[in-house]
């Protein structure tokens, strides 16, 4: 299968931790990578790889995977982390990419 | 600065073409992979269509496939996307990305969309 499932919302309070899974088949073998959207804008790379932040991504964002599991965790969550987060993978073609449906994050 | 720009979009009507661009600047366009990429609006992201930077294969998605053509011109830094016997169901925003992948020191191929442009909406209505 080529899916990648994500819950479709989550709540954080300010100031805490919360983690955003993603699963399917082709994380078995192909990293994930992870996109920000907020409303109105465009996606922005977030995390790639085992556990990689692109310059200007804070350090409160991280990584990792297992298994058929990829984890987006956002550790001290800001307001601005309010916004819809996607993950993404090759398929198992290889040549593919799909996205999984997005996990809505609240900020309380 | 890496800088994507999509244009071409708008309103065309079922079975129509249209063909968006993406003029890209701010790093050697000829060298990297390019991707296109939809929203339907409220809606989540569906990767549309991929071209490699080396060989310029093409890729795309099930839905497409037969119907849109993805190119490039090297030497206009800028990426296509022909879109033909368009669907109600193709409206969406299309967004190009650049498609960063690369091998760290194990191997391993690290896929990344690492920079995106701001997206042109085509509406597909009668």
């Known amino acids: 299968s080529s899916e990648l499932t994500q819950d479709p919302a989550v709540s954080v309070a300010l100031g805490q931790t919360v983690r955003i899974t993603c699963q399917g088949d082709s994380l078995r073998s192909s990293y994930a990578s992870w996109y920000q959207q907020k409303p109105g804008q465009a996606p922005v790379l977030v995390i790639c790889g085992k556990n990689n932040r692109p310059s200007g991504i804070p350090d409160r964002f991280s990584g990792s995977t297992s298994g058929d599991t990829a984890s987006l965790t956002i550790t001290g969550a800001q307001a601005e982390d309010e916004a819809e987060y996607y993950c993404n993978s090759r398929d198992s073609s290889g040549n593919h990419y799909v996205f999984a449906t997005g996990t809505k994050v609240t900020v309380l | 600065e890496v800088q994507l720009v999509e244009s071409g979009g708008g309103l065309v009507q079922p079975g129509g073409s249209l063909r968006l661009s993406c003029a890209a600047s701010?790093?050697?366009?000829?060298?990297?992979?390019m991707t296109w990429v939809r929203q339907v609006p409220g809606k989540g992201l569906e990767w549309v269509s991929g071209i490699s930077g080396s060989d310029d294969s093409t890729y795309y998605a099930d839905s497409v496939k037969g119907r849109f053509t993805i190119s490039r011109d090297n030497s206009k830094n800028t990426l296509y996307l022909q879109m033909t016997s368009l669907r109600a169901e193709d409206t969406a925003v299309y967004y190009c990305?650049?498609?960063?992948?690369?091998?760290?020191?194990?191997?391993?191929?690290?896929?990344?969309?690492?920079?995106w442009g701001q997206g042109t909406l085509v509406t597909v209505s009668s």
């Open positions: 701010g790093f050697t366009f000829s060298n990297n992979a």
């Open positions: 990305a650049l498609d960063g992948y690369y091998f760290d020191t194990s191997g391993s191929r690290i896929d990344r969309f690492a920079y």
